[in-house]
């Protein structure tokens, strides 16, 4: 039973990626504008990724800190140093 099903899910796969080849293959003007982040180099999209991971990480602490601050009652004090 769990061949049928691998079988069936990876001919599925398989008539998808198809169908994504010819759509791809059907608007080749619209190629030009991810050819165009190529030439930014893989290391400045990292960079900019990271760095935007690091800004959105600090901005949800603060946002995190915030919200405690705001509902802590003295229970909650106890908890956050207990451990």
Same mark, same amino acid.
Do not use: N
């Given at each position: 039973m769990v061949n049928i099903f691998s079988t069936l899910i990876g001919a599925l796969h398989e008539s998808r990626r198809?169908?994504?080849v010819q759509i791809?293959?059907?608007?080749?003007?619209?190629l030009h504008d991810i050819v165009s982040?190529?030439? %930014? /180099?893989?290391k400045s999209l990292i960079t900019?990724?990271? %760095? /935007?991971?690091g800004i959105l990480h600090v901005i949800g602490g603060?946002?995190?800190?915030?919200a405690r601050a705001a509902h802590a009652g003295p229970s909650a004090a106890v908890i956050a140093q207990g451990d």
């Open positions: 198809r169908q994504a791809i293959r059907g608007y080749p003007h619209l982040w190529k030439g %930014l /180099g893989v900019a990724l990271v %760095l /935007g991971f603060t946002m995190i800190d915030h």
